[in-house]
T-cell receptor, first 114, second 114 residues
Framework: GAVVSQHPSRVICKSGTSVKIECRSL??????MFWYRQFPKQSLMLMAT?????????EQGVEKDKFLINHASLTLSTLTVTSAHPEDSSFYIC??????????FGEGSRLTVL | AQSVTQLGSHVSVSEGALVLLRCNYS??????LFWYVQYPNQGLQLLLK??????LVKGINGFEAEFKKSETSFHLTKPSAHMSDAAEYFC????????????FGPGTRLSVLP
């Protein structure tokens, strides 16, 4: 079964609203989680690294105020897309490394902004 | 800096035929190499990985890959394709085994024809 879970798997929202996506590690603690964005028929692009107890580290070109990341506990990281616009529509994926070294990915969350 | 190229954005094979998905990488440090599979609207699932040791790595679902340092390649193969193998496949390189500095290739979509 999944060891990293994302919720919701699909979300549709109106332009201008904010949407929160959760990423949970189910059977291990993750001090670090990663958030990716995937455009149709393209690869994953790392957006940011979420760090428990400290600020997230954003990749170049990713707007910190647009994509708010909070790593509130050792098993939960959230990505909030603020004031969403149609161009924010995408597939968002999180991942978390277990202490064995293996990286586990969530199921992904498809955001559609109308 | 690391990079990954995957020759062929789309590969079609007949059921029962050999599957060969190509991956070449560049890395300034000894690389960790991964192959992931993604089914539609789902996250990524690890097929196999190379860290150190034996250069021929066996993974799940009958897939294997061989690390060839001289060719900077990590091609993915399966002797006999099954319909259920149809998916998107991503090669990735990392400087470590913990998910930091993961770089994904553009992906190869595998179609399996009956």
């Amino acid at each position: 079964g999944a060891v990293v879970s994302q919720h919701p798997s699909r979300v549709i929202c109106k332009s201008g609203t904010s949407v929160k996506i959760e990423c949970r590690s189910l059977d291990f603690q993750a001090t670090t989680m990663f958030w990716y964005r995937q455009f149709p028929k393209q690869s994953l692009m790392l957006m940011a690294t979420s760090n428990e107890g400290s600020k997230a580290t954003y990749e170049q070109g990713v707007e910190k105020d647009k994509f708010l990341i909070n790593h509130a506990s050792l098993t939960l990281s959230t990505l909030t897309v603020t004031s969403a616009h149609p161009e924010d529509s995408s597939f968002y994926i999180c991942s978390a490394p277990r202490n064995t070294g293996e990286l586990f990915f969530g199921e992904g969350s498809r955001l559609t902004v109308l | 800096a690391q990079s990954v190229t995957q020759l062929g954005s789309h590969v079609s094979v007949s059921e029962g035929a050999l599957v060969l998905l190509r991956c070449n990488y560049s890395s300034s440090v000894p690389p960790y190499l991964f192959w992931y599979v993604q089914y539609p609207n789902q996250g990524l699932q690890l097929l196999l990985k190379y860290t150190t040791g034996a250069t021929l790595v066996k993974g799940i679902n009958g897939f294997e890959a061989e690390f060839k340092k001289s060719e900077t390649s990590f091609h993915l193969t399966k002797p006999s394709a099954h319909m259920s193998d149809a998916a998107e496949y991503f090669c990735a390189v990392s400087e470590d085994n913990y998910g930091q500095n993961f770089v994904f290739g553009p992906g190869t979509r595998l179609s399996v024809l009956p």
